[in-house]
């Protein structure tokens, strides 16, 4: 068990509608990172969170947004959802903000757009 | 765009024997490696991590050998057993994406290890 947690595990939804997905960082972790997972491929990631501020963004799409709260736990909204939207979504959390320290990953978010 | 490639896409061993993963990055800039394993239905864990200032680190029946000079870095894992199945990613660090002077991690495609009893 990482520490980082995640929900819901698994969510069904229709094309067009708008998801949210929360993450809960380690105790102690002021980092939170977005990546998704498509099926049998690698991690992309969307966007990283640092202590509330959004510190760096890789491939996410416009549709998609995400905040950290002052409790540090941090929610990505997915909007107008595709077919193509249908991938693990996992949260990482780290310590700090600089990629050398090791990011934590939570159990993920399958998300399916039917 | 800096990028980090992987080879191969899958790799499968007889237990007991070695596998090893490369990957090649692009930043020149690169000073922090890790590699993650990926069990089955699981996120990514931390299983080895080198930096610049070394060239090779081992930690039981794994290591990671870094060539600052060639830009690659590999994963060796020894006497293989069933339990090292599962996807490993590689990643270095690079700049481009962070929003100040902080690196950010580009990841490799990933490599699934099958461990053949």
């Known amino acids: 068990d990482s520490g980082v947690t995640q929900t819901p595990k698994h969510l069904i939804t229709a094309t067009g509608q708008r998801v949210t997905l929360r993450c809960s960082p380690r105790?102690?972790?002021?980092?939170v990172y977005w990546y998704q997972q498509s099926l049998d491929q690698g991690l992309q990631f969307l966007i990283q969170y640092y202590n509330g501020e959004e510190r760096a963004k890789g491939n996410i799409l416009e549709r998609f947004s995400a905040q950290q709260f002052p409790d540090l736990h941090s929610e990505l909204n997915l909007s107008s959802l595709e077919l193509g939207d249908s991938a693990l979504y996992f949260c990482?959390?780290?310590?700090?903000?600089?990629?050398?320290?090791?990011?934590?990953f939570g159990p993920g978010t399958r998300l399916t757009v039917t | 765009g800096e990028n980090v490639e992987q080879h191969p896409s899958t790799l499968s061993v007889q237990e007991g024997d070695s596998a090893v993963i490369k990957c090649t990055y692009s930043?020149?800039?690169?000073?922090?490696f890790p590699w993650y394993k990926q069990e089955l239905g699981k996120g990514p864990q931390l299983i080895i991590d080198i930096r610049s200032n070394v060239g090779e680190k081992k930690d039981q029946r794994i290591a990671v050998t870094l060539n600052k000079t060639a830009k690659h870095f590999s994963l060796h894992i020894t006497e293989t057993q069933p339990e090292d199945s599962a996807v490993y990613f590689c990643a270095a660090s690079s700049i481009r994406l962070s929003m100040d002077s902080n690196y950010q991690l580009i990841w490799g495609a990933g490599t699934k290890l099958i461990i053949k009893p």
């Open positions: 930043d020149s800039a690169s000073n922090y």
């Open positions: 990482a959390s780290s310590v700090a903000a600089a990629s050398s320290y090791e990011q934590y």
């Open positions: 105790s102690g972790d002021l980092s």
